[in-house]
């Protein structure tokens, strides 16, 4: 997969050789910062449209020929794929401050017209430590709680990947290795594949994570490899 950002002239370009992921796994996306993993997440999230890709699929559906298709066409396709199959988790959680924690978890299943399995999603609750945060506001939660909503919502619809861009960034370190354990632990018992951006390499090495490795080149352009 190829993918630019940038004017013409400044542009940078990002590369991905080859990355399966498979269901229960979590891979992370490790190099420099400003190297583009936050690009390369935005294509595979089907935000950014690639120049150039071979094989790239989503469960059974093939994206790649869908490059082909008008861009009005395309991009309704894939909105429809990112609020069925996907899940987002941002660095500061996102969370809408108008809504409660559960009426925030509860938004994606909401806006793409999906039934939630509320004996899954109590677990997914429990697991995750937010039991008694449920009606609360965002403006009364710690940071690390924030965070571990904004996991919530993005699993609680059942998606098939789950996107996280440095989820752990605005945390202590004790917070962050306990974020970082549950997520894996969460993707595991939910059968769900994950990417992982992030500039903790201690937390990947003690995970034992796959990792995609980022190797920056001098001709303004960003290679990702799979480790």
């Known amino acids: ?50 120049e150039r890709v071979g094989l790239f699929q989503l469960l059974k559906t093939d994206l790649a020929s869908d ?57 997914l609750v429990e697991r995750l430590k937010l039991t008694d945060l449920l009606n609360r506001f965002p403006r009364e939660l710690s940071i690390g709680e924030r965070q571990r909503v904004s996991f919530a ?12 861009d440095e989820p752990t960034a605005a945390l202590d370190p004790n917070l962050a290795h306990e974020l970082f354990a549950l997520i894996i632990e969460v993707v595991s018992e939910f059968n769900i594949a994950a990417l992982i951006v992030t500039h903790e390499w201690s937390l990947v090495a003690e995970s034992k994570l796959r990792k995609v ?8 352009r960003t290679v990702f490899h799979e480790q």
């Not at 891979?27 to 089907?46: M, Y």
């Not at 941002?90 to 939630?116: C, E, H, K, W, Y």
């Not at 919502?153 to 996280?164: G, M, S």
Request: hydrophobic share 45%; net charge positive.
């Open 1 to 50: 997969m190829h993918v630019s950002r940038g004017r013409v002239g400044q542009a940078y370009r990002v590369e991905l050789s080859s990355l399966t992921l498979c269901t229960g796994e979590a891979v992370a996306v490790v190099g420099p910062s400003g190297c583009g993993k936050s690009t390369l997440l935005e294509a595979l999230g089907l935000i950014l449209k690639p």
């Open 67 to 123: 490059l082909t298709l008008r861009a009005g066409r395309r991009e309704a396709r894939w909105a429809r794929l990112r609020q069925h199959q996907m899940g987002y988790v941002p660095q500061t959680g996102g969370l809408l401050p108008f809504l409660t924690v559960r009426q925030n978890i509860d938004l994606p299943a909401s806006m793409s017209g999906r039934a939630i399995d509320r004996t899954l999603l109590a677990r």
């Open 153 to 164: 919502r993005a699993v609680a619809h059942q998606p098939a990947l789950i996107l996280a």
């Open 213 to 220: 490795v980022a190797v920056v080149q001098a001709d303004h």
